[in-house]
């Protein structure tokens, strides 16, 4: 098969699709790659690291789509990227398609099949190919909110694991998954006084035995939010719904009872948010402020780190771009993690809650490919 790696165009997005290793991968298992010139600058991957790895540099995007089979990429789809995609090619990235129509649209409208990372599950109901991209947001968000607290940027002044003699931040997670967990990993190595909401009983039961009392664990209701939001001085939302949008968890009115100068970091912007003062921002301008409250809603959070970002989405997803590049659509079929990921066929949705998400028919895979 032959497969194609454009550069990222998202703002400040400096991951690839492709690591040279990754190449090496597909081309030893006898496909053809095609780079575009530069698409590995963020990571430090030259041309010529491609070039060694077996893949061929082309000069352009356009030259990507238009000669590759599959498209593998990180980020969602641009919309300059939507119109070079094609009926019977695959993409394969994260998608987010939930809280995002207009990609939804110029997806089913290109008539591509369009395979989702973060939607691919596996034998143990995780969700392997979003894992990855979760342990580094999780751990990027403490440190993201330690810089959101610094006075120079409108926050309360606080330093996270406090000194001596000198109360450290308190920080609560809302969500106690993949990025909630290793949040609050960072955190409490930190010094902080943490926090973790969940509305599972065995979770909170793993959680507490894992951190063998350094984290304080809470079911979460609408009481407990509110109590623990009120007062924090950091809230970490790190709650997931697989494909749909996540649902908003402190309302607007709420912040007024907040602490001044507290921080909210919401990892779950690419579904949309679960704050419902959130909305997307950059690496260029990651924070603004609601009611006094500093506001951190980074997109691609771990593109701030793309060379370990890269290098652990890679290994997530090579066995899955192997098998669908040796298989081809067929692929898909066979494979029921790989059935789960995929969220557009031929102008269709085929995966249930983002087409409730964005109220749109949903066609099973059964009935989209018949």
């Known amino acids: 098969m032959k497969v194609g790696v454009p550069k990222e165009i998202k703002t400040h997005e400096y991951r690839v699709g492709l690591t040279p290793g990754a190449v090496r991968e597909y081309v030893a298992a006898g496909h053809s790659v095609l780079v575009e010139t530069n698409a590995g600058g963020g990571i430090g991957a030259s041309d010529d690291n491609y070039r060694n790895a077996g893949a061929s540099i082309v000069g352009s995007a356009r030259e990507v789509f238009a000669s590759s089979e599959m498209i593998v990429k990180v980020k969602e789809p641009q919309p300059s990227e939507w119109t070079e995609l094609r009926e019977e090619q695959i993409l394969f990235t994260y998608l987010h398609l939930a809280p995002d129509p207009e990609q939804a649209k110029g997806l089913l409208e290109s008539g591509c099949t369009a395979i989702a990372y973060e939607t691919v599950t596996d034998a143990h109901g995780g969700l392997p190919l979003l894992a990855p991209m979760s342990e580094v947001a999780g751990r990027l968000a403490v440190e993201a909110a330690g810089r959101a607290l610094t006075r120079y940027t409108g926050g309360r002044g ?15 997670v809302i969500g106690g998954g993949v990025v909630g967990t290793h949040a609050a990993r960072i955190a409490a ?31 979460s209701t609408i009481d407990a939010v509110e109590e623990e939001v009120f007062a924090a001085d950091v809230v970490i939302g790190a709650v997931l719904v697989p494909g749909a949008s996540a649902p908003k968890l402190v309302s607007r009115s709420m912040l007024a009872s907040m602490r001044k100068g507290s921080v ?8 949309g948010g679960c704050f419902e003062t959130s909305r997307p921002t950059t690496h260029a301008d990651p924070t603004y402020e609601v009611d006094g409250v500093i506001h951190y809603c980074v997109a691609n959070m771990p593109g701030a780190v793309p060379l370990t970002s890269s290098q652990a989405l890679n290994n997530a997803t090579l066995p899955f771009g192997l098998a ?23 102008g269709r949705l085929t995966y249930k809650t983002v087409a409730e998400s964005l109220g749109l028919p949903f066609s099973p895979i059964e009935q989209a490919a018949a």
Not at 158 to 167: E, T
Not at 264 to 271: C, F, P, Y
């Open 158 to 172: 606080l330093l996270i694991g406090g000194v001596p003699g000198v109360q450290p931040a308190r920080i609560v």
């Open 264 to 271: 909210i970091v919401d990892v779950a912007i690419d579904q």
């Open 324 to 346: 669908l590049a040796n298989k081809g659509f067929a692929a898909v079929l066979e494979n029921p993690h790989l059935r789960a990921g995929l969220n557009i066929y031929r």
């Open 189 to 219: 190595g930190l010094g902080a006084e943490v926090t973790i909401l969940d509305r599972s009983i065995p979770r909170l039961r793993e959680l507490d035995e894992l951190f063998e009392g350094r984290v304080r664990t809470r079911f």
